[in-house]
């Protein structure tokens, strides 16, 4: 089993930043791919970052490149996104998730955190 909590949303306005963590416990090899994902209302949800926590590889959503950056702390079993230059845009309910492999950006969730709230206003 795998347990994540993720935080760190929040209001900001358009050009600002935030971080978002989520912390995992549970198997190490549930968990050897971390990402984000983000649904805005009306909308699916789509993956925007993962990192492969082994090699420390990691992929972006063209969406979010340049902007965003996905990291670990593996002594905190915690993976942080940094969010640069918001955007309106960017507005969404973001999620972490892990799996137990991916392929680049792609990656199949077995487990999902309860999700963090980021609004950006113009």
């Known amino acids: 089993q795998v347990q994540l909590v993720d935080s760190g949303g929040g209001s900001v306005q358009a050009g600002g930043s935030l971080r978002l963590s989520c912390a995992a416990s549970?198997?190490?090899?549930?968990?050897?791919?971390m990402g984000w994902f983000r649904q805005a209302p009306g909308k699916e949800r789509e993956g925007i970052a993962t990192?492969?926590?082994?090699?420390?590889?990691?992929y972006y959503a063209d969406s979010v490149k340049g902007r965003f950056t996905i990291s670990q702390d593996n002594a905190k079993n915690t993976v942080y996104l940094q969010m640069n230059s918001l955007k309106p845009e960017d507005t969404a309910m973001y999620y972490c998730?892990?799996?137990?492999?991916?392929?680049?950006?792609?990656?199949?969730?077995?487990?999902w955190g309860r999700g963090t709230q980021v609004t950006v206003s113009s």
């Open positions: 998730a892990a799996a137990g492999s991916c392929y680049g950006l792609a990656m199949s969730p077995k487990y």
């Open positions: 549970g198997y190490t090899y549930s968990r050897a791919c």
């Open positions: 990192v492969h926590t082994n090699i420390g590889s990691t």
